[in-house]
Structures are given as structure tokens and as C-alpha cells.
């Protein structure tokens, strides 16, 4: 019972209000691919976590990418052709995911909308996959985002003994 209650941790993961026009913001905060930091984007309707297929070559070298037989919807399109790549190592947070299954898409339409506005571009989409799975809450007001990690039983047992 008492490993339930402590089996995660909440990570806090700071981020940015980025205004695109008069009265709208996007949230964009910085995650590490292979120990290079990345800008991402917080999408909640997103329904998977994706990557630029243009800037995913600055993370990983020769990327394997595979073909998706599902054309990808949303972000503009119902029908673009998408790539399936494993990410040797995603860290968000304190959120360390390691050969993360992703999706990889064209974004350069909105990475061209991101340059009309003079703002850097976005190297990839969070979205409800990791937002669900690890019970994303997003405070406004503290602009920050949190995440329940789990705790590795490796690093309980460490804590055990230190405290004999």
C-alpha cells in the first residue's frame, strides 16, 4: 500500500506563453532528444506525440524512419503522409522515456506560420498520449505543467539504504 503511494513523483516542467495573434498564446517548453534540447509545443487536442520531419535530423543522426500506413490527421490536413521513428531517448522533465515509439510529420506549414510572426520554431507536438499517461495538469498561472513520473524501484531501494 505504502509503494502506491509514493511509486511517482510530480515533475514540474516550466514553459512559455508564445502569442501568435491579438488574443491567442500557444505553450511551448524545452524537452531533450539524445541530450539535445528541442522547442515543443503543448497540444491537448493532439491526439499523439509528433516530431518535425524536417528538424529531426538536429536530434538523432540518420534517423530510421518508417513508413506510416495511417495518413495522419490534424495540424491543418486530414491526409499527410507520416513516418514512424523510436527516439532513443525523450527527456521531459524529470520524464525519461527511452526507444519512445512517435510519429514523425511534415510541419513545416506551421513552422512557416511560427517565422511570419518572427518566432523560432517548434521542433515537435506533445500531445494526449504522454499528456494521459502520465496525468498531465497544466497551471496557467504558475506557467508550468506537471507530470506524474513513476519512481524506479532501483531508485527506491537506494533510498532504502541509505536510510538504514
Known sequence: MLLNQISKMISKIPFEFVAIESDG???????LISKHSCRMLI?????????????????????ELTENEQLSTGLGTNNMRSHIISIPSLIIGDLHLTNYVSVVIDMSHINESFNNYG???IDGVL?????????????????EFRLRVPIKMSNLNKKSELGK
Do not use: C, M, W
Not at 25 to 31: G, L, Q, R
Not at 127 to 143: M, P, Q, S, V
Open 127 to 143: 500531445g494526449g498520449d504522454i499528456l494521459a499517461e502520465y496525468k498531465a495538469e497544466i497551471d496557467y498561472r504558475k506557467k
Open 25 to 31: 498564446v500557444h505553450i511551448i517548453f524545452e524537452a
Open 43 to 63: 497540444d491537448t487536442g493532439a491526439s499523439r506525440t509528433v516530431f518535425d520531419q524536417n528538424r529531426i535530423d538536429r536530434f538523432i543522426s540518420e534517423p
Open 119 to 121: 518566432l523560432k520554431p
